[in-house]
């Protein structure tokens, strides 16, 4: 069964930093590109980050460019998002995805307030 459990979530601060963990299981990870999805309060989903495979081919949305980092472990099955210098209008439940969006995760709350 392929699985996608992501945690790391939390309410932080403008300004604060975060990183958010994707944990796979189900499907040969290292086969598969991850995406970063996450859904504004009463808005659809906005595409955050992209990253292939072998790590070598990575995108990102311009409202996060230069301050989010997707990065991936193969060995852990793991893609990460590190989040800093975080802004209110970061606030979402974050969603990691294969790059398909065949599969999601359950999602996990990001709010930034002070």
């Known amino acids: 069964e392929v699985q996608l459990v992501e945690s790391g979530g939390d309410l932080v601060q403008p300004g604060g930093s975060l990183r958010l963990s994707c944990a796979a299981s189900?499907?040969?990870?290292?086969?598969?590109?991850i995406s970063w999805v996450r859904q504004l309060p009463g808005k659809w989903l906005e595409w955050v980050a992209d990253i292939s495979w072998n790590s070598e081919i990575i995108f990102y949305a311009e409202s996060v460019k230069g301050r989010f980092t997707i990065s991936r472990d193969n060995a852990k099955n793991t893609v990460y998002l590190s989040m800093n210098n975080l802004k209110p209008e970061d606030t979402a439940v974050y969603y990691c995805s294969r790059a398909e969006y065949d599969y999601w995760g359950q999602g996990t709350q990001v709010t930034v307030s002070s």
């Open positions: 189900g499907f040969t990870f290292d086969d598969y590109g």
